[in-house]
Every structure is written in C-alpha cells, then in structure tokens.
C-alpha cells in the first residue's frame, strides 16, 4: 500500500513576470517612450536625422493605442478561445466618452457661439440630452471610460456565456451587436453627431490640444498605459486565474468536470479585455481629433482579429507586433496604393492562417529553435 506524505508534497513556484531579457527589453521600451521620443521631437531640431516629425508621433500614439486592442484581443481569444468580432465597440464607448467631454471643453469657441455643441445647434436643440450630464467632468469622464464598457460587456457576456454560446456563434452575435450599435450612433437624435460623429476638439484639462508639448503628453500617456496592461496581461496569465482560462480554451469540458465554473473567469477575462479597448479608444481620440460611428464598423473589429493573428495569438507580444506591421503596412499602402488595400489585409490573414498560425513571432521563434 502506498503512504503518501502529504506534508511533503511541493508545488510548483510561481514563475517570474520577465526572465532577466524580458526586464531588459520591458526598461528599454518604457525609455524610448517617456525619454528617447520626448527629445528627439522636441529638442533635437527638424531636418536632423535623429529628429522624430509631429507625423510620427501622431502615427505611433494612435498604433500603441491599436496594440492595447490587439492585447485585449489575446486575453480573450489567444488564452481563453473566444473569437471576438465586437471589440470595435469598446473602443469607440471609450472614445465617445471622450469625445463628450472634449465637445463641452469647446463651450463658446464653437461656429455658433453657443454652449451647447455645434451640432445640436444645427439640430434645433435647445439643452444637452441626459447622457451628456457628467461630460464636463474630466473625473467622470475617466470613471465613464472604464464603466461604460464595462457594464455593457458584462451584461451581454453574462447572457451569452450563461447560454453557453460559443464558437462561430460568439463570433457573430458579438459582430451584430458591433453593427447594431453602429446603426444607432448613425442616428442624429442620439445626441452623438450622427454620422460626422465629434471632431474639431480644441482643448483638454483646459489646455489647448493643438500643441507639440500636448501632444508628446498623450503620445507618452499611452505608451505608458499600453507598457502597464502588457504587464498586467503578463501577470494575468502567469496566475491561477490563468492557467484556468487556457485550460477553458484547450478542454472546457474537463474544467467543468474538474469542478470549475467556467462562467465567472470567461466574464471576468471578456469585461476586463472591453475596459481595455475602452481606455485605448479614450487615448485615440484626442490625438487623432475624432471619433464617430465608423469606428464600430464590424470591419474594425476584424481588423483587430488580424493584428493578433498575423503578429502571434497567445504570446501577448504577437498582437502587439502584429499592430504595429499591419497598421505601419496600411499608412504606406493608403498613401501609394490605396485600392490594394482591403485586397493586401484579406490575402495577409488568408496567408498567416494557412502558412504561420502562430504568427510572425511564432515564425520567430521556429527559426531561433532551428539554429538552436
């Protein structure tokens, strides 16, 4: 008979966030965005070849700001196995957020004159509708960005998941959302712009947007932020928490008969992925000067899909890579070919999911393996 000594049993250690490269790498990339980029824009003068122009800045901040979606996207769909087409959606309630907050910053600067929005103005409105009563509050604002997609995400997760619905059919309920909200943003008696959505923001925190010290602000606040969820993600999938959701994505089955209620941690990684595209869609918009309903176009959200397919989903560094190479492939492809475009992004997943399913970092770390 076999005696077991409990006492002695050992676990496993927990792991450590980064090896000793992974630090290095992690210091060296929080250094180029709050000191390297800073100088190079501001200090070293134009036409020098270390200076980097207001163009790059403004391209980089707004493709940090695609790479936390493409983050978001991994925690859901590379760690936890739900393909989702609907993060659009949180993107844009955090950038509409905003964006409310941003239109109130105008007050009387606007073509009329008026403390209500040009476009209610234009409209015949005579008071601001009732989901506009926190915009002036920039506190609000903040708890709104998070909030807001919360609530929304955790209520239609909760439905869906409790039904237990997955696969191809998550895919598409959450895409019809997508396109439902969509069509009702289109609408001008929402009270959000219709289809010119808000733009022409002048000032945030009372200071004016239009400026290079501003817009290095932004440009170093998301990359901090996109630096702070890689860590977050990191931390996430190295915990209990996490390992129980990869064993959700390999065999649900087995971690329901395992006594598990895959309910609470599927809602739990859904809500927190949506926080994430909300406060990537919150840093969007100001530095790109607007927002409106055809940022929850449903091609949108599968743009985001394919940044985490094409840089590697379930390495959290992937989607991150797989953003910059595709959004960095469109700025040049929009300018010099625009009518490829579409064409180019269509091939581009059709290849990487028949040639690389693990993305480029995946075809990485087969060459290093294969010279190892």
């Given at each position: 008979?076999?005696?077991?000594?409990?006492?002695?049993?050992?676990?496993?250690?927990?792991?450590?966030?980064?090896?000793?490269?992974?630090?290095?790498?992690?210091?060296?990339?929080?250094?180029?965005?709050?000191?390297?980029?800073?100088?190079?824009?501001?200090?070293?003068?134009?036409?020098?070849?270390?200076?980097?122009?207001?163009?790059?800045?403004?391209?980089?901040?707004?493709?940090?700001?695609?790479?936390?979606?493409?983050?978001?996207?991994?925690?859901?769909?590379?760690?936890?196995?739900?393909?989702?087409?609907?993060?659009?959606?949180?993107?844009?309630?955090?950038?509409?957020?905003?964006?409310?907050?941003?239109?109130?910053?105008?007050?009387?600067?606007?073509?009329?004159?008026?403390?209500?929005?040009?476009?209610?103005?234009?409209?015949?409105?005579?008071?601001?509708?009732?989901?506009?009563?926190?915009?002036?509050?920039?506190?609000?604002?903040?708890?709104?960005?998070?909030?807001?997609?919360?609530?929304?995400?955790?209520?239609?997760?909760?439905?869906?998941?409790?039904?237990?619905?997955?696969?191809?059919?998550?895919?598409?309920?959450?895409?019809?959302?997508?396109?439902?909200?969509?069509?009702?943003?289109?609408?001008?008696?929402?009270?959000?712009?219709?289809?010119?959505?808000?733009?022409?923001?002048?000032?945030?925190?009372?200071?004016?947007?239009?400026?290079?010290?501003?817009?290095?602000i932004l440009f170093v606040l998301t990359g901090i932020t996109l630096l702070g969820f890689f860590l977050m993600a990191r931390w996430l999938i190295r915990s209990k928490f996490g390992r129980v959701l990869q064993a959700i994505r390999d065999a649900e089955s087995r971690v329901m008969f395992s006594g598990y209620s895959p309910l609470p941690y599927k809602l739990s990684i859904w809500v927190i992925s949506a926080v994430m595209c909300g406060v990537a869609g919150a840093l969007y918009v100001p530095q790109v000067g607007i927002i409106n309903p055809g940022e929850m176009s449903p091609a949108n959200s599968i743009e985001i899909a394919v940044w985490a397919a094409v840089g590697g989903r379930g390495s959290l560094i992937g989607p991150v890579v797989g953003?910059?190479?595709?959004?960095?492939?469109?700025?040049?492809?929009?300018?010099?070919?625009?009518?490829?475009?579409?064409?180019?992004?269509?091939?581009?997943?059709?290849?990487?999911?028949?040639?690389?399913?693990?993305?480029?970092?995946?075809?990485?770390?087969?060459?290093?393996?294969?010279?190892?």
């Amino acid at each position: 008979m076999t005696n077991l000594n409990i006492s002695k049993m050992e676990l496993p250690g927990r792991e450590p966030l980064f090896t000793g490269k992974g630090w290095t790498a992690f210091w060296v990339a929080l250094l180029f965005v709050c000191l390297c980029v800073p100088l190079m824009n501001l200090v070293v003068p134009q036409g020098h070849w270390l200076h980097f122009s207001d163009y790059a800045v403004s391209l980089v901040g707004k493709i940090m700001c695609y790479a936390i979606c493409a983050l978001a996207m991994d925690l859901i769909w590379g760690y936890t196995g739900i393909l989702s087409l609907g993060h659009g959606l949180f993107f844009a309630i955090g950038g509409y957020a905003m964006g409310m907050y941003l239109m109130r910053q105008i007050g009387t600067d606007g073509n009329y004159k008026s403390n209500l929005p040009d476009f209610m103005v234009f409209l015949d409105w005579k008071e601001l509708p009732w989901h506009w009563a926190l915009s002036d509050s920039f506190v609000a604002t903040l708890l709104l960005i998070v909030l807001v997609p919360a609530v929304v995400s955790g209520v239609f997760g909760y439905f869906a998941f409790r039904s237990r619905i997955k696969g191809v059919y998550f895919s598409i309920i959450t895409q019809a959302m997508t396109f439902a909200a969509m069509l009702l943003f289109f609408r001008n008696e929402t009270g959000f712009g219709g289809n010119n959505g808000f733009t022409d923001f002048k000032r945030i925190l009372d200071l004016p947007l239009a400026t290079p010290n501003m817009r290095m602000i932004l440009f170093v606040l998301t990359g901090i932020t996109l630096l702070g969820f890689f860590l977050m993600a990191r931390w996430l999938i190295r915990s209990k928490f996490g390992r129980v959701l990869q064993a959700i994505r390999d065999a649900e089955s087995r971690v329901m008969f395992s006594g598990y209620s895959p309910l609470p941690y599927k809602l739990s990684i859904w809500v927190i992925s949506a926080v994430m595209c909300g406060v990537a869609g919150a840093l969007y918009v100001p530095q790109v000067g607007i927002i409106n309903p055809g940022e929850m176009s449903p091609a949108n959200s599968i743009e985001i899909a394919v940044w985490a397919a094409v840089g590697g989903r379930g390495s959290l560094i992937g989607p991150v890579v797989g953003a910059f190479l595709v959004n960095g492939a469109k700025s040049w492809l929009t300018v010099t070919a625009p009518e490829f475009w579409l064409y180019f992004l269509g091939a581009l997943f059709i290849a990487v999911t028949l040639f690389l399913p693990q993305g480029v970092v995946g075809l990485v770390q087969r060459l290093k393996g294969g010279r190892s």
